[in-house]
Each structure stands twice: as C-alpha cells, then as structure tokens.
T-cell receptor, first 114, second 116 residues
C-alpha cells in the first residue's frame, strides 16, 4: 500500500530555532514530492521536488529530496511565530487509470513560541 | 498567481439537505480538479479527481451517487453532497491543477460542512 510518513508529528520550538521536518514515502510510480503549509484553512504550496540532491530554497525555507532513500526534508531557519502551522508532505504518483494524484502524510504540527 | 476560490466557506444545514460547493480557478485554466475531505487532526483524503468535460474518478469507498461532481468548464468544478447526514460533516477542500501533471495542485480555502 502506498504511504507517506512524516516525523515528528508535533514540534514545539522557540523563535530563532532551526527545525528539520522529515518525510519518507513508499509509492509505486513516483512523480514528485510536494510540501505544503496549512494554517487555519487550506494548504498553501511551498515546494515541488522531482530530482534528487537539488535543494529548493525560498527565504528561510529550504527542501531537498533523496530518491534513493525515498526521503525528503524541509528546513526552516530562524523560525518565527508566523511559521506555526501544519506542514504537509505529499507525493504525486502516476497511475494509468487514475492519472496523477497526491497522497498526503499526516503532517507535522509546528508551534513556534516567542 | 494560481488562486483557487472555494465557496461557501461554511455551511450549517439540516439532515436531508443537499449542499453544493463550488471551486473556481481564478487566474488559470484547471485541466484537473480534485476534491478532498479532512477530519480534525487528520490529513487530506482524496475523494475524487475530475477532468474537464469527463466523468469524475472516485476513490475506493467514496459513493459517487452521494458526492456528485461536475467539472463543466476549465475554471469551475462543483461538489454536491446529496441528502447530507451528520456523518457527512467535515472539512471539504478542492484543488486545481493546470495540465496533466508536473504542476503543483493549488488549494481553495475549504468548506466546513456541519449537518445537524
């Protein structure tokens, strides 16, 4: 069965700390891995990763994919209270009949305290 | 760019009512739209995938007669929860994607449905 596992499920840090969120996956026809941030409402897109070893960066956030180990990490440096959210990892896979679809992990609840 | 609008954001209605939720891509054409359901403290569960102009593909365990999906144009998909019951209460989220794949899905703000 295809699955996406995130760890930790919950994390509490102080402002200024650096955090690393983990995502491992087992899917049949991997196409890409995506990271989303979910606050009160719907997820907002952060990164899409398709190739191993190429870091994607956006401000204090960065992410990298290891397709050999079936693993990705999301790093947040110098955390701020506004980074508090659930971070979702999703893997896009391709099926001949179902087309392209996302399988989501359970998410990591990040709380950044002042 | 890549804005998806979902309406309404909140619905409270009596058991037996049918509820329609709209999902619009505002600044791009969405070849494919997706409907998800999310329970408290849980992740998103895909309900169905719809491509413009064709029938939706439902995930295993999702009743297609209960959750009617229409994707009549490249910017609009609708989900109708027919004869809703309390167990249908949930957070429903749509997403839209341009192209067949290789592009990220962009999500609407979700609809919180409460059936009394």
């Amino acid at each position: 069965e295809d699955k996406v596992v995130q760890s930790p499920l919950s994390l509490v840090v102080h402002e200024g700390d650096t955090v690393t969120l983990n995502c491992s996956y087992e899917v049949t026809n991997f196409r890409s891995l995506l990271w989303y941030k979910q606050e009160k409402k719907a997820p907002t897109f952060l990164f899409m990763l398709t190739s191993s070893g190429i870091e994607k960066k956006s401000g204090r956030l960065s992410s990298i994919l290891d397709k050999k180990e079936l693993f990705s990490i999301l790093n947040i440096t110098a955390t701020q209270t506004g980074d508090s959210a659930v971070y979702l990892c999703a893997v896009e896979e391709w099926g001949e009949t179902s087309g392209s679809r996302l399988t989501f992990g359970e998410g990591t609840q990040l709380t950044v305290n002042p | 760019g890549a804005v998806v609008s979902q309406h309404p954001s909140r619905v409270i209605c009596k058991s037996g009512t049918s509820v329609k939720i709209e999902c619009r891509s505002l600044d791009f054409q969405a070849t494919t739209m997706f409907w998800y359901r999310q329970f408290p403290k849980q992740s998103l569960m895909l309900m169905a995938t719809s491509n413009e102009g064709s029938k939706a593909t439902y995930e295993q365990g999702v009743e297609k007669d209960k959750f009617l999906i229409n994707h009549a144009s490249l910017t609009l998909s609708t989900l109708t929860v027919t004869s809703a019951h309390p167990e249908d209460s949930s957070f429903y989220i749509c997403s839209a994607r341009a192209g067949a794949g290789g592009q990220p899905q962009h999500f609407g703000d979700g609809t919180r449905l409460s059936i009394l």
